[in-house]
């Protein structure tokens, strides 16, 4: 994964006014953690940083006081309504290190014929990878899978350099068979009974 490079500038005012006059300049307050330093509060550029957020555990070259800083997004929190980035935390990553983060599951292939459903039980998997290699997402084929198959986290073939971190056991995705639904019995049953009483 290729390195994103932001301009950031020290943050030094905290606080619900200063966080609003930050957000007003079209920037974004945010904090970078990790290996054991003290937080370091900054300000981030709020159109290349959502542009850079479309991209999942995107590994962000942040300029902090002259010198570079690899971080990785910890944390966003976003406006309920509008969806526009009020804060992001960062953590603090080096070549080589091993981060945990969550990767998406996507899925290829068509179910064997019939009426059956795939239920996502799991949308991410929780894998360990160098901070400098994360995989965006992992694929998984459902061709083939009939009622009452399912995937397991030890079933899924995860990038290279990549370690599961779920439960092996955990269920991924299950293959269901769709049921006929016969709402009209029932209510007509529950008039009935309801009329009795």
Same mark, same amino acid.
Request: charged share 25%.
């Given at each position: ?26 920037? &974004? ?71 945990? &983060? ?18 996502? &039980?799991?949308?991410?998997? *929780? ?8 995989? #965006? *997402?992992?694929?998984?084929? &459902? #061709? ?5 198959? *399912? ?7 995860l990038p290279s350099g990549a370690t599961l971190?779920? #439960? ?18 029932? *209510? ?8 009795e009483a």
């Amino acid at each position: 994964m290729a390195e994103l490079k932001l301009a950031s500038e020290i943050r030094t005012e905290f606080g619900k006014g200063a966080a609003r006059r930050i957000r007003r300049e079209d920037k &974004v307050p945010g904090v970078v953690y990790g290996h054991g330093a003290d937080p370091v509060h900054v300000t981030l550029p709020g159109h290349d940083l959502m542009m850079a957020l479309k991209t999942a555990n995107v590994l962000l070259s942040l300029d902090i006081d002259g010198r570079n800083e690899l971080v990785i997004p910890k944390a966003v929190q976003r406006d309920p309504l509008k969806g526009f980035i009020e804060h992001v935390d960062l953590l603090a990553v080096k070549r080589g290190e091993k981060v945990t &983060v969550e990767i998406n599951i996507l899925t290829e292939g068509e179910l064997a014929p019939g009426q059956n459903l795939l239920e996502h &039980v799991l949308n991410t998997l *929780s894998v360990e990878a160098e901070a400098t290699h994360i995989p #965006e *997402s992992v694929t998984v084929s &459902v #061709e083939g899978l009939a009622a009452g198959d *399912s995937v397991l986290a030890k079933d899924v073939t995860l990038p290279s350099g990549a370690t599961l971190v779920t #439960e092996e056991e955990a269920v991924v995705l299950q293959v269901l068979a769709a049921q006929a639904e016969e709402p009209a019995e029932e *209510s007509a049953e529950g008039e009935d009974e309801a009329a009795e009483a």
